[in-house]
């Protein structure tokens, strides 16, 4: 008879394990995690305003952290069970496995990247905004027309390039390796001006090329979705984390964090045609 207890016993272990580990799922113990009991979230290396403040994730100043502590809030995860893990660009948006349980690095959503990694819904759309120095061609332009005579410069494999290309109908953009290469093009007069994401150039402006300015704002690319947290491909986390968020957008807190972060100066021109 100590057998077959024991096979009985060992038998409802076997069928209650899974019924455990299913119980845990949507909480801080879920097993789908990187790491139960850890919130791991993937970000750049390093960071700059106004995503995150002094080149700090877990300081919690900035858009993007600060939204990562409100999602992991909702979560049920403490502060001190978000881990920060830094990854380049290029890694984050790379096929294959991921040391973290998202990545969060104003990562647009596009079809092209979708086939190799899962996007969470959409937490910001930013506004493109065209960057120059004082006394280029684009500076007083008021039209899409008028842009296009100017000499113009982007990184490779992002979306400022494709918007170039594809939005403002720039038919030969330079094209540099990152966005570094691109402000020095512009500082040695190769090119006349770039388009980035408004938060970007709020920030290029104020301490990487201070004597840039933001000359015009632009509409939203509709082939570019807009920022979302990238997950490994298939990830079954993200449907609990699309919930968290939806919960963390429809609560104001994005709308409150854009207040704080990302404003531009009210008084700059529109140009959408």
Do not use: C
Not at 22 to 33: F, G, I, K, V, Y
């Amino acid at each position: 008879m100590i057998r077959p207890l024991a096979f009985v016993l060992a038998s409802a272990l076997v069928l209650a394990l899974p019924a455990a580990l299913s119980a845990q799922e949507h909480t801080p113990m879920d097993p789908r995690l990187v790491t139960p009991g850890k919130l791991t979230v993937g970000t750049g290396d390093p960071v700059y305003p106004p995503w995150m403040l002094n080149d700090d994730p877990a300081g919690g100043e900035g858009f993007e952290n600060g939204l990562v502590y409100a999602l992991a809030a909702e979560m049920g995860f403490a502060p001190e069970d978000v881990v920060w893990v830094r990854t380049t660009f290029d890694q984050a948006i790379a096929p294959g496995d991921k040391p973290y349980d998202f990545n969060i690095q104003q990562i647009s959503v596009t079809e092209e990247r979708a086939q190799v990694v899962t996007f969470s819904q959409v937490y910001f759309q930013p506004d493109k905004a065209v960057v120059a120095l004082p006394g280029s061609p684009v500076e007083g332009a008021a039209s899409m027309e008028a842009l296009r005579g100017a000499r113009w410069g982007a990184a490779i494999g992002t979306t400022d390039l494709a918007y170039l290309e594809g939005v403002m109908g720039i038919a030969s953009p330079a094209v540099y390796n990152d966005q570094a290469g691109v402000f020095q093009a512009m500082q040695a007069g190769q090119i006349d001006a770039t388009v980035v994401a408004l938060p970007t150039a709020l920030f290029v402006t104020a301490v990487q090329v201070p004597d840039a300015k933001i000359m015009a704002l632009l509409p939203p690319d509709t082939a570019d979705r807009g920022h979302g947290l990238l997950f490994e491909f298939g990830n079954p986390l993200v449907e609990w984390v699309d919930d968290a968020l939806a919960a963390v957008i429809a609560s104001g807190k994005v709308e409150e964090l854009k207040a704080t972060y990302l404003v531009a100066d009210p008084d700059l021109p529109v140009i959408t045609e």
